[in-house]
C-alpha cells in the first residue's frame, strides 16, 4: 500500500528538520532562527510511527501524570503563554474535545516551568480548559522529542506510537485534530483521512464562504479579548456579505465589551433585523439597554 500523504508530509518535514538543525549549528545560528527557516518541522526526533518516550511530568495543580495516557488516542500540544497561535490552536482543541465527545482521548497540554506558575494559572482559567495541563522541567521533553516550534500537536495511538504531527491552522484545526483522532480509533480509514485532511477545490459562486470565515476568526479575537482585531474581521465580512447577520452581532458585542453602546446600538438594531436570534447580538443587547446611546 502507497504511503498516505500525510505519512509523507510528516516524514519529509521531519528530514528537514534535522536537516535545517545541522545547519544550523555548523553555521552557528541560533535555534530561533532555525525554527523560522524550518516552520514546517515537527518533532525532528521521533518520527511517525515511532514510540514516543515516556515522561511524567507535573501536573499545574498538584502530583504528577503522564504526557500520554491510557487512553485509545491520545493528543498533546506544546504551548507558549505569550503568543496568539498558541491561544487560537487551544481554544480549536477545546472545540475537538467537545466534538469528540465521550470517546477514550487522553489531552494534554504542555507549557515550560519557566512562566511563572501564576501566569500559568491565570491563563488557563481564562482559557476555560478543562484538559490537563503539564508543566515541562527545563522544556527537557520539548528538548527529546526534539521540537523547534510552537504551537505544536501530536496525536499518538494506544501504544504510545505517534500516528500524525497536526501543523498549526488559524482556521479548522479542530476539524483537522479531530479526524486524527479518528483515524486513531478505527472510525475512519486513510482515503477518509485524506479526503478530510485535503479536500477539493470549493467553487464558491459567490463571497458568502469568505465572509463566514471572515466573521468565525472575528468570533475568536472576541474570545481573546482583541476587539480592534474583531471588529476588523467583522467588517470585511460586513463587506463580503451585507446580509449576514452574523458580523453586525460581532461588530455589536465587539463594541458593548468595551462599554461603548453608541457605537454598538447600530449594528445590534441590524443583526436582529436579519437574524432575531442572532446570539452575539443578543448577547450585546443584555449589554446595552435600547435606550442606551
Not at 516524514?11 to 534535522?18: D, E, H, S
Given at each position: 500500500?502507497?504511503?498516505?500523504?500525510?505519512?509523507?508530509?510528516?516524514?519529509?518535514?521531519?528530514?528537514?528538520?534535522?536537516?535545517?538543525?545541522?545547519?544550523?549549528?555548523?553555521?552557528?545560528?541560533?535555534?530561533?532562527?532555525?525554527?523560522?527557516?524550518?516552520?514546517?518541522?515537527?518533532?525532528t526526533n521521533v518520527a511517525v510511527g515511532e514510540r514516543l518516550p515516556e515522561a511524567d511530568l507535573t501536573k499545574l495543580e498538584d502530583g504528577t501524570a503522564p504526557y500520554i495516557g491510557g487512553a485509545k488516542a491520545n493528543v498533546f500540544v506544546f504551548f507558549r503563554l505569550d503568543q496568539e497561535n498558541s491561544v487560537l490552536a487551544l481554544r480549536q482543541l477545546q472545540e475537538a474535545k467537545q466534538r469528540l465527545g465521550e470517546r477514550s482521548v487522553h489531552w494534554a497540554l504542555i507549557v515550560a516551568d519557566s512562566y511563572p506558575l501564576e501566569s500559568i494559572k491565570d491563563f488557563v482559567k481564562e482559557l476555560g480548559t478543562d484538559m490537563t495541563v503539564l508543566l515541562d522541567h527545563d522544556n527537557e521533553l520539548y528538548g527529546r522529542l526534539g521540537v523547534i516550534l510552537h504551537p505544536v500537536i501530536g496525536v499518538a495511538d494506544a501504544e504510545h506510537v505517534l500516528q500524525a504531527y497536526v501543523p498549526f491552522r488559524k482556521l479548522n484545526l479542530e476539524v483537522r485534530v479531530e479526524a486524527h483522532v479518528k483515524r486513531v480509533?478505527?472510525?475512519?480509514?486513510?482515503?477518509?483521512?485524506?479526503?478530510?485532511?485535503?479536500?477539493?477545490?470549493?467553487?464558491?459562486?459567490?463571497?458568502?464562504?469568505?465572509?463566514?470565515?471572515?466573521?468565525?476568526?472575528?468570533?475568536?479575537?472576541?474570545?481573546?479579548?482583541?476587539?480592534?482585531?474583531?471588529?476588523?474581521?467583522?467588517?470585511?465580512?460586513?463587506?463580503?456579505?451585507?446580509?449576514?447577520?452574523?458580523?453586525?452581532?460581532?461588530?455589536a458585542a465587539a463594541y458593548a465589551e468595551q462599554g461603548d453602546c453608541s457605537q454598538a446600538l447600530p449594528a445590534l438594531r441590524r443583526a436582529l433585523e436579519l437574524d432575531a436570534e442572532e446570539p452575539l447580538a443578543k448577547a450585546a443587547a443584555e449589554r446595552c439597554s435600547p435606550g442606551t446611546e
Open positions: 500500500m502507497s504511503e498516505s500523504i500525510a505519512h509523507q508530509e510528516n516524514r519529509l518535514a521531519r528530514v528537514r528538520g534535522i536537516w535545517l538543525r545541522k545547519m544550523g549549528a555548523w553555521l552557528g545560528l541560533p535555534l530561533v532562527l532555525v525554527s523560522v527557516c524550518g516552520a514546517a518541522s515537527p518533532f480509533l478505527g472510525e475512519i480509514n486513510d482515503e477518509q483521512l485524506e479526503a478530510i485532511l485535503n479536500p477539493p477545490p470549493i467553487k464558491l459562486g459567490g463571497n458568502g464562504t469568505v465572509a463566514k470565515r471572515n466573521l468565525r476568526m472575528g468570533q475568536m479575537f472576541l474570545k481573546m479579548k482583541k476587539y480592534d482585531a474583531a471588529l476588523q474581521a467583522a467588517a470585511k465580512s460586513m463587506d463580503l456579505d451585507p446580509e449576514l447577520a452574523g458580523p453586525y452581532g460581532l461588530k
